[in-house]
């Protein structure tokens, strides 16, 4: 029995709704909606701490192993399609869905040619000059506002960053041993909302997939969660939230036929969430053929149907629909789709970007000190 595609719920509770609701006007006591957690109606200042990888289900799986974000209130939340980095933390830091901000997908198909969001690089090597971050995503991070955002210092000048977080003040880390002490900064000089990023669940799920090292990582990450708890001053705060989640899919990698790959121009996306642009005149025939071969694998949608059932939110604009394929092949099973020019120096053993309850399900924890505890 196929299943159904867990669909991102824009209008409710999604990570693109944070930053508005932490940043919009008026009191957080009168303006947040009914699905963000309680205490921070109650807290002068928030900070929202970003753990990549971590979905919902694999910390109901896991968290024997996470004592600090056991101890915390926690509520079950969507993130965006795809379910990639790229996307999901553009529409957390902008607050707009991925139709809206335009970066849809970890490769996206702008022109011609294929960009890396995350590296801004094509087959025609670096495209910062040619490809402004500020021309591909347009839009203006955190409301405007100068926020703090505490993440790897190796990041700060990236164009993906730049496409991203603009106009906000880079706090670079070198050690994650710096990030509650850093937070513990941000806060005791007055910022009424601190953003930081950790990245390690997501890296050690890709490259080791579960197991021994992830749990490890995951013992590590919680270990970070409970020293930014240590800190927190009283009227502080914290959320905790996750860009997606993961699927082990190991050596599970299908290579699509020939005489399907006849029918393809390009190729953007990820392995879970593949994007085919037909050659001209094969559109028809292209979903026909990619249903019949790899159907029961994953849901074999056209851009039309993913724009009529809102995949990427209620609107999409018309210049980001031009970065869209003909065809999408989104792995229900845990399987990945090879292209042979998206690959990196290894293969991936866990993947997202699909819209599996894996990958789409995220949490939401939160916290906030009382007297005693400060």
């Known amino acids: 029995m196929i299943p159904t595609p867990v669909l991102p719920d824009y209008g409710g509770p999604n990570v693109r709704g944070l930053i508005p609701s932490l940043l919009g006007p008026g009191k957080w006591s009168e303006s947040l909606p009914a699905w963000m957690p309680d205490q921070v109606r109650h807290a002068d200042q928030a900070v929202l701490l970003l753990l990549d990888g971590l979905g919902w289900d694999q910390f109901q799986d896991h968290r024997h192993l996470m004592p600090a974000l056991s101890s915390m209130q926690a509520s079950l939340i969507t993130t965006v399609a795809p379910t990639t980095t790229a996307t999901a933390l553009t529409s957390i830091s902008t607050g707009l869905t991925p139709g809206e901000h335009g970066l849809i997908g970890y490769r996206m198909a702008i022109g011609n040619e294929v960009l890396n969001v995350l590296r801004w690089t094509s087959a025609k090597g670096d495209r910062r000059n040619a490809l402004p971050p500020r021309d591909v995503q347009l839009y203006t991070p955190f409301l405007g506002y100068p926020v703090p955002v505490i993440s790897q210092a190796e990041l700060e000048h990236s164009s993906f960053s730049e496409a991203h977080l603009r106009g906000c003040r880079p706090v670079g880390y070198r050690s994650p041993s710096t990030i509650a002490p850093e937070v513990a900064r941000q806060l005791a000089g007055g910022e009424r909302f601190v953003y930081a990023y950790y990245g390690g669940i997501d890296k050690i799920a890709h490259e080791r997939g579960f197991g021994e090292f992830y749990d490890a990582e995951l013992r590590f990450a919680d270990a970070i969660v409970a020293r930014v708890l240590e800190i927190l001053p009283q009227g502080a705060a914290l959320l905790i939230t996750a ?89 229900h099973e845990p399987v990945s789709y090879h292209e042979s020019a998206d690959s990196g120096p290894f293969e991936l053993i866990c993947r997202h970007g699909s819209l599996t309850s894996a990958e789409v399900n995220v949490p939401l924890f939160s916290y906030l000190p009382d007297k005693e505890s400060t």
């Open 243 to 331: 860009d997606h989640g993961q699927v082990h899919v190991g050596t599970n990698v299908i290579r699509p036929s020939d005489e399907l790959l006849a029918l393809v121009a390009l190729q953007s996306g990820e392995g879970r969430f593949r994007w085919l642009h037909a050659r001209p005149g094969c559109e028809k025939d292209l979903a026909e053929t990619a249903t019949g071969e790899l159907g029961h694998t994953g849901w074999v949608v056209t851009r039309q149907q993913l724009l009529d059932e809102g995949w990427f939110g209620p609107v999409v604009s018309a210049p980001v629909v031009t970065r869209l394929g003909d065809v999408a092949l989104v792995a």
